[in-house]
């Protein structure tokens, strides 16, 4: 017997196994979705090869042949649609072309249904073979019109991107498809009557392997760690299953005088889904006799277990308290829990929301308490009565009424600890709740720490923005004192004549209006200048943008004009109230403005816009565009403008755009910067109307990133405001 079928079939099972992960791990995403699409059809092809090769029966060869062809006709369409999603090249242009050859692909199944593809199979050296009638030229041309646009798109997708990271991905893939996609069309050339041996499943087992790689180290799915653990897996599989399988073979042939594959196949088979599903049934059957013969308690130690997971995704100590607390009544029954934390300001322990005493740093019990590491249990620590460490800890158990004190450490240093009451049913700590408590107080100190540095680093946030605020104050001053004198020089010289013609009635009259305007139009300059050095509290309200926006031009109008250049605005009188934090997002105009204004020489411009824009999340957004005609950013500068204390200006504080970036996403918005040297700068800055995301710290899964950065990580690509918008514009 021969082994050709072995590379077809190694093949599947790989982009079965490519498929299956990318579905597994993030189905809702859409290259997830064509991606697994593609292995799906890939694996189908590879198993039809399979078929053709395994069975000597000509009947059964060509029937399983005929039902993976289906499968093997998606190849060319889904593999053009992957490198469409992959470069982010889906234009009108490109869409009507895969709907062309998804159509195309359709016809060929009805054809293949009629048995109008293939008359037959032919006999090779290495198996059967189909002989396509007439109408596989369909299919032939289909997959040479489907390469060479799919190589085509690689590469200009791969000059094109912006990204490094997605330039790198598509390099790996490109290389992948160059080798993978010739050896392919090698399997057309039988079909024809070319006694040529095909390589295309051994392209395929190629493809897999580079997009692994791909996938592990460039983040092509963002599954590289799934795909790791379960590559270590199917490794070990291997490694376990080959023997077992010679052997199966060499038992078959002392006893029987010959090995047949099909036995074999079996055998491999059976061996392998019992190891697979004997673990995964194992697990299910402990869980179902644990809740038949426990019942409620079972359900308390899974939400015990629950906690413990999800904890250190939370970022507020009040609600990791409030937690805390709950679950431990709620899943052991307890009758009391008192929760110690460490005050860093005097190394004392002091109970959370009681007024009893604290534990100073010198008490011999959290001296005793400081070497363990586990849970201490009162009665275990009572029969110690020989250890002095364990006779202290047990007598503060007893003098607080506690059955069970947990340790919360972090990096070998005591964060706090937890006193726990006895049982309401009086029953006794056993050892899977004292492994659950061991795992929880670890994970819940963990937790408070981090709380901890998140408050500190909030903390910071507020000081370096307070500092950027009072450095754009005294940026301010000089534009505003000489708005001020202007008019004050004009009161003067009337004050001055009003003595001499007192008794003219039209002096008068103009003396008073044109003080009075001169007035107000110092006193509103002077009222927006406190208003935005005033620290406020941080709190959302429904506001109209654009009345921030005009505050914000009113201060800088006179900078503007003393340094020569036009400040227009074009603001949309349509947009909705936003609800924002007011003297946030004026920060935020005043900080890019005055970057325009800075960067902008005589002569030149800078425009504030805004827009309503709906998202493709389908939310409504007001985008914010600052555009000047200044020196522009240096390409290399481009990725380090919003990194703290960065700045190419002698007296800047480098903060201005980091703070800016900070208080957009913690709106829930986005800030992207576009610039070319000798032409300027466009910034553009998007809002959600609904306001800012609520604060992470709900037991509910929330990633850590959105939690400290209040909004997703992710970026969603919005259409541009254009040029030409017709708002309502002045100069």
């Not at 074009?570 to 105009?589: A, G, H, M, S, Y």
Request: net charge neutral.
């Amino acid at each position: 017997m021969h082994f050709y079928w072995l590379q077809p079939a190694l093949a599947a099972v790989l982009a079965l196994f490519l498929c299956v992960l990318a579905l597994w791990h993030a189905p809702q995403r859409y290259l997830n979705r064509i991606f697994a699409l593609y292995a799906l059809s890939l694996t189908s092809w590879n198993l039809d090869i399979t078929a053709l090769y395994l069975f000597s029966d000509y009947d059964r060869a060509f029937f399983w042949s005929d039902f993976f062809r289906y499968g093997m006709l998606f190849c060319p369409p889904t593999l053009y649609h992957l490198i469409l999603v992959l470069t982010g090249r889906m234009g009108l242009a490109n869409r009507l072309i895969l709907a062309v050859a998804y159509e195309a692909t359709v016809i060929l199944c009805a054809a293949n249904t009629q048995g109008a593809l293939v008359q037959g199979l032919g006999k090779f050296d290495w198996g059967y073979y189909p002989i396509g009638k007439p109408l596989y030229n369909l299919f032939t041309f289909s997959a040479l019109l489907s390469f060479g646009p799919a190589l085509y798109q690689l590469v200009k997708g791969m000059i094109l991107s912006q990204s490094a990271r997605q330039r790198q991905q598509l390099k790996i893939v490109l290389f992948g498809f160059a080798i993978m996609l010739p050896l392919t069309l090698t399997n057309l050339l039988p079909v024809y009557g070319i006694h040529f041996y095909p390589l295309g499943n051994l392209g395929t087992v190629f493809l897999c392997g580079v997009l692994t790689y791909a996938i592990v180290k460039h983040r092509l799915l963002d599954i590289e760690l799934i795909i790791t653990k379960t590559t270590a897996s199917v490794a070990a599989l291997i490694l376990w299953l080959t023997p077992l399988w010679l052997l199966t073979a060499e038992v078959q042939q002392q006893l029987y005088g010959f090995s047949d594959p099909r036995l074999l196949l079996f055998a491999l088979a059976v061996i392998l889904v019992s190891g697979l599903v004997f673990p995964w049934l194992l697990h299910a059957t402990e869980a179902w006799v644990r809740r038949i013969l426990w019942g409620q308690k079972y359900d308390s130690l899974q939400a015990l277990s629950m906690f413990q997971k999800t904890v250190v995704q939370v970022l507020d100590q009040e609600k990791i308290i409030a937690g805390l607390r709950e679950v431990l009544v709620d899943a052991l029954q307890t009758e009391s829990v008192a929760i110690y934390l460490l005050r860093p300001a005097t190394g004392a322990y002091a109970e959370v929301h009681e007024s009893g005493a604290d534990f100073p740093p010198d008490d011999p019990f959290l001296q005793a308490l400081g070497r363990q590491h586990e849970p201490v249990v009162r009665e275990e620590a009572v029969l110690k009565e020989t250890d002095p460490q364990a006779v202290r800890l047990a007598a503060t158990l007893a003098e607080h009424g506690g059955e069970v004190c947990v340790p919360l450490r972090t990096q070998d240093r005591l964060r706090g600890f937890i006193f726990l009451g006895k049982k309401r049913n009086r029953d006794i700590f056993s050892s899977e709740n004292l492994q659950l408590l061991s795992t929880l107080g670890t994970e819940v100190a963990v937790a408070l720490e981090n709380a901890r540095l998140y408050d500190e680093l909030r903390a910071s946030q507020v000081m370096l923005a307070r500092s950027d605020r009072l450095a754009a104050v005294g940026t301010l001053a000089a534009g505003i004192a000489h708005e001020i004198r202007n008019p004050l020089v004009a009161v003067q010289t009337f004050v001055q004549l009003l003595p001499e013609r007192l008794n003219d009635p039209e002096f008068r009259t103009t003396f008073t209006q044109l003080t009075t305007s001169e007035l107000e139009r110092v006193s509103t300059l002077i009222n927006d200048l406190l208003t935005f050095a005033r620290p406020a509290p941080v709190t959302a309200s429904a506001v109209q943008i654009n009345d921030l926006a005009e505050q914000v031009v009113r201060l800088l109008a006179g900078q503007a004009k003393k340094k020569g250049v036009a400040l227009a605005t074009r603001l949309d009188p349509d947009l909705p109230p936003f609800t924002v934090d007011p003297e946030q997002i004026k920060q935020v105009f005043m900080n890019l403005m005055l970057n325009a204004l800075q960067a902008t020489s005589a002569g030149g411009a800078v425009t504030l816009a805004t827009a309503p824009q709906r998202g493709p999340d389908g939310h409504a957004y007001c985008l914010i565009e600052i555009r000047d005609t200044g020196e522009g950013i240096p390409a290399k500068h481009k990725e380090e403008i919003f990194n703290p204390f960065f700045t190419t200006k002698t007296a800047g504080t480098g903060l201005g755009l980091f703070i800016t970036h900070q208080i957009i996403k913690e709106h829930g918005g986005s800030i992207d910067v576009e610039s070319t040297v000798g032409q300027g700068t466009r910034v553009l800055a998007r809002l959600p109307v609904a306001g800012p995301p609520p604060r992470a710290g709900a037991l509910n899964g929330t990633d850590p990133e959105e939690a400290k950065n209040g909004a997703p990580s992710h970026r969603v690509a919005f259409p541009a405001l254009p040029p030409s918008a017709t708002a309502h514009e002045k100069e």
